[in-house]
């Protein structure tokens, strides 16, 4: 199962073409941003997003994200998804 799994938006780079660094619970990770950035990079710190296989694939509201943690957390997927978050950052 492919799971989208919100992240919030710490640290951009100066366009949409660099990645950004997003927080999944406490695990930080460099994302595309592409697919979500239209102008100004800084206008999307702070801001959670939707996060799939290395992309943010859209903006979602903060309790919108917050109730999909939830939910992520009550089927037993989130220590997964997050551990397979964690693993793709190791260099």
Known sequence: MCLGVPGQIID???DGF???????C???REVNISLICEN???DLLGKWV??????AMS???E????????ALMTMSQ??????DFAGLNKN
């Open 40 to 42: 100004n990079t800084t």
């Open 78 to 83: 989130l220590d997964h998804e997050v551990g």
């Open 18 to 24: 660099q990645p950004a660094v997003v927080d999944v």
């Open 12 to 14: 951009v780079g100066e």
């Open 63 to 70: 309790e919108e994200a917050k109730q999909t943690l939830s």
């Open 50 to 55: 939707l996060v799939h296989v290395g992309f």
């Open 26 to 28: 406490g695990v930080q």
């Open 59 to 61: 903006v979602i509201d």
